[in-house]
């Protein structure tokens, strides 16, 4: 998945973190390095890859010049920057490494980036790609075509507020939960515990029920369209049409709990290795 979530990336059951930077995707060096030399301990890995990068420097290569100190979520949970390559940059990297996983890590990565320029010629296969991803996960058909639109009213509204010159990170983060406090009484935050997901890369909306999913789209649809009428610049503004927004999704929910007399926001959830949805 390409979401602002999709920051782990998955090789023979060994995850890699990854940001989008510069308009490519960015891996964590440390974590391809811990793969390679088959390193558990990323204490370890991190030395190997420290030592491996003296001896590029000593013999001039470039490869670790173009690598950048991009913040990525640690073990602990929090954001540290870590030293990140691009695809061009990884391959060269794994020519440094002797390792029996060199080469299928090579054809997994060229692969990897193949995927990419094509789903940048074709959205479409980056939708199909999503849509595999939560088949196999066990989602409902139903399920899965609205999130998939979700997604779609999500990447709309973000890239409105990237023309309006709000910050990618921390930002988005804040508008996202003045959208969410104002729908459903909660912050995104706030609602993961509520749902009981205590993981720090789970993402809450793969944990949603139908109505939960609708809401949020409501929430994020009304603020990219109250964004653009009232022509919103900058984060304050931004902020503003935000919580608008969200006041819509917000009395559309009231107004269908007090005819259903039933409760939109719920505890129910997809776990991994747990029951779906029903």
């Known amino acids: 998945m390409v979401e602002e979530n999709n920051k782990l990336i998955v090789f023979e059951d060994k995850k890699i973190r990854r940001i989008w930077h510069n308009e490519e995707w960015y891996f964590s060096v440390v974590d391809v390095t811990a793969i390679l030399t ?10 190997y890859w420290n030592k491996l990068s003296q001896r590029l420097n000593e013999e001039g290569s470039e490869v670790v010049t173009n690598c950048h100190r991009l913040k990525l979520p640690a073990p602990d949970g929090k954001l540290r920057e870590t030293d990140c390559a691009n695809i061009k940059s990884l391959f060269r990297i794994i020519q440094s490494i002797p390792s029996p996983k060199a080469e299928p890590f090579k054809q997994w990565l060229a692969q990897l980036g193949k995927d990419r320029i094509d789903e940048i010629e074709n959205p479409e296969l980056a939708q199909d790609r999503v849509k595999k991803y939560y088949e196999l996960k066990g989602y409902p058909k139903d399920w899965i075509d609205k999130r998939l639109r ?14 309006r010159e709000v910050k990618e990170g921390k930002e988005f983060a804040i508008l996202t939960n003045e959208i969410s406090k104002a729908t459903f009484g909660k912050t995104v935050g706030e609602y993961k515990n509520h749902k ?21 789209m409501l929430g994020e649809k009304a ?17 503003h049409s935000a919580k608008k927004g969200g006041n819509i999704a917000k ?11 039933k409760k939109v926001v719920s505890k129910l959830n997809y776990m991994d290795n747990e029951k779906r949805i029903e």
């Open 38 to 47: 088959n390193q558990p301990d990323p204490l370890k890995a991190r030395k």
């Open 150 to 163: 979700g997604i779609a009213i999500r990447q709309e509204l973000t890239e409105e507020w990237n023309s």
């Open 196 to 216: 009981g997901l205590t993981k720090r890369n789970q993402n809450l909306r793969d944990h949603m029920t139908d109505l939960e999913l609708i809401f949020t």
């Open 223 to 239: 603020t990219t369209e109250i964004t653009e009428a009232n022509n919103s610049q900058g984060f304050n503004e931004c902020r």
């Open 251 to 261: 009395n559309a929910r009231v107004e269908l709990e007090e005819e259903t007399k």
